[in-house]
């Protein structure tokens, strides 16, 4: 059975820091890039941050470029995304999505709130 479950959504302040993981299972996690998306009220859900299968080569949505990094541990078959000096622009539920290396196969989280307010 396929698991994306992210955690470490919540409240967090203007200017402030959040970490939100995204825990894998029932697939190989390590022949999967994953990416970070979000979707804010009335809005199209975006990319974020992804990262390829080997770590490297992170890419980032120019909105949150030298703010927010992804990392993975694919000892852990977990991806977070460390998100620094928010802003209430960020405000959005955020969801990991994992698509494999050679295929169109894919798979999404359910989301986790995030709200940046003060």
């Known amino acids: 059975q396929v698991q994306l479950v992210e955690s470490g959504g919540g409240l967090g302040q203007p200017g402030g820091s959040l970490r939100l993981s995204c825990a894998a299972s029932?697939?190989?996690?390590?022949?999967?890039?994953m990416s970070w998306y979000r979707q804010a009220p009335g809005k199209e859900r975006e990319l974020v941050a992804s990262?390829?299968?080997?770590?490297?080569?992170?890419n980032y949505a120019d909105s949150v470029k030298g703010r927010f990094t992804i990392s993975r541990d694919n000892t852990k078959n977990t991806v977070y995304l460390q998100m620094n000096s928010l802003t209430p622009e960020d405000t959005a539920v955020y969801y990991c999505?994992?698509?494999?290396?050679?295929?169109?196969?894919?798979?999404w989280g359910q989301g986790t709130q995030v709200t940046v307010s003060s």
């Open positions: 029932g697939f190989t996690f390590s022949s999967y890039a």
């Open positions: 990262i390829i299968s080997t770590g490297r080569s992170p």
């Open positions: 999505r994992a698509v494999h290396r050679f295929s169109t196969q894919n798979y």
